[in-house]
Nanobody, 128 residues
Framework: QVQLVQSGGGLVQPGGFLSLSCEVS????????VGWFRRAPGKEREGISV????????YVTDSLKGRFTISRNNAKNMIYLRMNSLKSEDTAVYYC?????????????????????WGQGTQVTVSP
């Protein structure tokens, strides 16, 4: 059974940084993808970053490039989201998600339905 356990998050001042962690377990092979999503107050959940575990390639949505970075530590089965220069509009509940379904080449899974396993979510609040 695939399980994702998140840690990190909390309250940070504008301009600060936070790292979120997602421990992934239960996959029988390394051919899976992990995504980070967030749901800001009053908005829909949106996909913001993806890591393809088979080769380590990554994607960050254009609006967050340069501030957000996704990375991994395979030895610890951990996926990270490093968030720098945080803004009030980054306030949201952040979720990691994972899935092992085969995707067409070049497809970047950013939809909720692209993922079958989800972390519990963690609140990030950016406020003075």
């Amino acid at each position: 059974q695939v399980q994702l356990v998140q840690s990190g998050g909390g309250l940070v001042q504008p301009g600060g940084f936070l790292s979120l962690s997602c421990e992934v377990s239960g996959f029988t092979s390394g051919y899976y993808v992990v995504g980070w999503f967030r749901r800001a107050p009053g908005k829909e959940r949106e996909g913001i970053s993806v890591l393809f575990n088979k080769d380590g390639s990554t994607y960050v949505t254009d609006s967050l490039k340069g501030r957000f970075t996704i990375s991994r530590n395979n030895a610890k089965n951990m996926i990270y989201l490093r968030m720098n220069s945080l803004k009030s509009e980054d306030t949201a509940v952040y979720y990691c998600a994972a899935d092992a379904r085969i995707r067409p080449t070049g497809y970047v899974p950013l939809r909720i339905e692209d993922y079958g396993a989800w972390g519990q979510g963690t609140q990030v609040t950016v406020s003075p």
